[in-house]
């Protein structure tokens, strides 16, 4: 390591991940890897529309610095969208803005860990929180987690342990990687335990609006008595990834502390994308585009486990989200997933290993499917032939 | 503070500047606070046609997630222009795009700084590359600076002395706050000092080709023969501040570095936003807009300050800055500028009062005007009020 860096960086040298996922992205490689959303739904000419009307209205403005906490109409609507589809009560004075959701988890690792404080995570978790804890080097305890989410038991037992526990981080709906979703009694009873303990839950919501079927579930932080959640939300997946822009929903002092933080990170995010957002959601119907998604989506979930109940041999598992991008493949304990990857490749077929997902590592057992991405053709081929590869590894 | 907060939060009080610079925004006050571009010179019709365009022809790809290094053409492109205006030797592996230069601030004090560690900076130096360096709980030494930038004696006693010194933080060119820009000779004792020590120069350049006079000067880049220095860059003030684009200049291991951090700050920059700064480079002259802004800056500089040779008393001096945004105004040590913004603001004008500028307090008789935001008439009346609530107050 350069002499010159601070010990941070210990935790972010370049992963044995990083050229496997290089490799996953040459083209001819079905590539079930990463957590892209379908491009053939990007709302092009739709943003081409409002692009040309926000710089002829407002131009000058939308080119401009702007407020680190974010434009004040799209606050609004995201408040009142977020009300009406998980219950939460919040006004825009409640909503921040931020450069993707990505960036609410640097900058909320910032506002609460010192060096050696303690995150619980399920188990597995999303990789690139983890990424964005790391730079505050905390400690990591995983909760155990089941079908329904992090197992209530195990949850009272890290709290009452982990006497530097500072942030719980979960994904209730339609978890990365797992595509798994909390049901209502667990989140009811998630929210009594850790209403006891002075922690920063962050409920991260990428996925909620993706639900194939089933109602909505309340969030955790409709559930919040304490003020002690804050729940991430994003444009990306709902709308399209590329303009980076996302939202933080908490209790107004919190935001304001994290505004602190935000602005010394970037200032603020773009002003144009801000404006365009907002301007979509004024002209456009949102719910209807992400019908369209839902369909979609649905679609290839179905037609991804369809093929993977032909092609997998038994003794492999996966499991069956309700919403979201992923499904989780569970191998027999002696296979590493790794390994599998390079044959996998040879057949022009790509995943996640998913050893990476787990803070503590370990499960080299277990990897990860993404299903928006890929047009149906390339998702029957690309199973068959990872499949093909699963039979010749085992 | 709140409980759960990590220590770090210590340095992001709500400072006692927040509520005057809330102030200087009320509609109805002439400001001279802001570090705003002139949105009279913004590309709004160019950004209409190109964003057309762009959405048009590589829609899907634009709206998608793209790379943290950012878009290969337009690090090509940034490249071949620093090497032109700065003699820089840089290719396109040598430049990484940012979330506007606030964010490699962030990332470059994560990547090399640990708590108690020293951050050497002119004396002033920019007021947000502090809030940035803060979040890693730094020290600062400021190194005497007059006239000509900061002063060679101080500079090797201070590295010679601050055993944990790792960024030398500078702003050669039309520096923020004082407009001050060194000459060559100051740059070459500079690299030979600090190329006698392990630390990093941030080499920050925003506004080095907004000079109304002389030669551009060669960067410290430019003279780095240990691979030291990293220059940052910004289109915020030669094309918008809006869109949120910057960038960072180094050598390829450190930028390998920064790109695992701003993976994790944020996993990329808008997309768009890079697709479409990348066709206004192509499809138009940016030498030329720039030409735009520099005569209408140089004029609202002249104006500034022959307004100010009229308006204030002779005990009040100024800095006459050859390029950039922003002039320095030293009042008499008695003087303090906190109050006298308040006296300027019953007077409908409004700045920054100075002692923020400086990482370890005082010098309270200083202010930072900035002359590039308000019309020819604005700053003239403006500065004449200026001028009577100083009369009024001395």
């Known amino acids: 390591m350069n002499p010159m860096f601070a010990r941070r960086m210990s935790r972010f040298q370049e992963s044995d991940l990083t050229p496997i996922l290089r ?10 890897a990463g957590g ?3 491009p053939e739904l990007f709302p092009v000419e739709e943003l081409k529309h409002i692009s040309s009307r926000v710089l002829a209205d407002q131009g000058k403005r939308a080119l401009q610095y702007s407020s680190s906490e974010g434009h004040l109409p799209l606050r609004e609507k995201i408040a009142a969208r977020s009300n009406k589809n998980f219950r939460t009560n919040l006004k825009a004075s409640n909503v921040a803005i931020t450069t993707g959701s ?25 990789l690139a929180a983890l ?25 009272e037992k890290a709290l009452a342990s982990e006497k530097r526990a500072k942030i719980v981080y979960v994904i209730p709906d339609f978890q990365n990687p797992t595509g798994k979703t909390w049901p209502l009694q667990r989140r009811k009873d998630f929210m009594e335990i850790v209403s006891k303990y002075d922690v920063l839950v962050i409920e991260d919501n990428p996925y909620g609006e993706l639900r194939f079927e089933g109602e909505i579930l309340p969030s955790l932080k409709s559930l919040d008595r304490r003020g002690q959640v804050v729940m991430l939300g994003t444009f990306s997946k709902i709308f399209c990834p590329g303009l980076r822009v996302g939202w933080i929903c908490g209790e107004e002092d919190l935001l304001a502390s994290f505004g602190n933080l935000k ?8 002003t144009l994308s801000q404006y365009e957002i907002d301007a979509y959601l004024s002209e456009y119907d949102i719910e209807e585009h992400i019908k369209k998604l839902i369909a979609l989506y649905r679609e290839r979930r ?34 590493n997933a790794r390994d599998l990857f ?16 787990f803070p503590n590592g370990g499960h080299e057992n277990t990897l990860r499917l993404n299903y928006s991405n890929m047009p149906p053709e390339l998702i029957e081929e690309g199973i068959a032939s990872l ?8």
């Not at 990505?102 to 999303?126: A, H, N």
């Not at 486990?305 to 092609?311: I, K, P, Q, T, V």
């Not at 499949?387 to 085992?394: I, K």
């Open 342 to 357: 390079l044959k996998a490749l040879e057949k022009k077929v790509a995943f996640v290993p998913g050893g990476a997902f």
């Open 263 to 270: 602005q010394a990170a970037d200032l603020h995010t773009s």
């Open 36 to 38: 892209l959303p379908a």
């Open 131 to 155: 990424s964005a804890f790391n730079a505050c080097l905390p400690e990591y305890r995983e909760v155990e987690t089941d079908d329904k989410g992090m197992v209530s038991a195990d949850l």
């Open 102 to 126: 990505q960036q609410s988890l640097d900058i909320l690792g910032k506002m609460v860990l010192d060096e050696g404080d303690c995150v619980l995570s399920e188990s597995p978790t999303y």
């Open 23 to 32: 490799l996953a992205a040459n083209p001819g490689i079905i590539s079930f």
């Open 387 to 394: 499949g093909e590869a699963l039979r010749e590894f085992l």
């Open 302 to 335: 179905d037609l991804m486990l369809r093929s993977m109940e032909r092609a997998f041999p038994e003794e492999v598992t996966f499991t069956r989200p309700a919403g979201g991008l992923f499904t989780w493949v569970t191998l027999p304990e002696r296979v």
